[in-house]
């Protein structure tokens, strides 16, 4: 694939990943990952050994999610680069309320593989958004 078709299939895949936050859907969410999937948060690693165990950790952040009252995530391409069978994307989310009104924002760096045809996230690095 080249590398426009590339950004194209992250950037769906981006789009999947906040559609499956929207419907509180931790399954489809964790269909988006490869395994052993770490997560970087708060300057500790967390590892993920299967789609069961994330898909639990992803239920309990929707649920977090519902009590703030987020209703929409919102993802911001703003960097990706493939080669090959790697990739990087750099992605602004905004957590939306019922209005669209902003709740909160963040920055992730995501390492993503290929397996087969589609990009699965490996890593995941959030970060603060500075204000």
Known sequence: MSEAGDARAIRELFAAYAAGFDAADAAAVAMLFTFPLTIWQSGEGHVFADADAL?????????????????????????????????????????????????????????????GDAWRIATVVNEAVES
Do not use: K
Not at 84 to 110: I, K, T
């Open 55 to 115: 898909a639990g950790n992803v239920e309990a952040m929707i649920d977090v999610f519902d009590e703030a009252g987020i209703i929409f995530m919102v993802p911001e391409m703003r960097e990706v680069f493939s080669a090959g069978d790697a990739a990087f994307a750099s992605v602004h989310w905004r957590q939306e309320d019922p209005d669209h009104e902003l709740l909160n924002e963040f920055v992730c760096q995501y390492f993503l593989v290929r397996q």
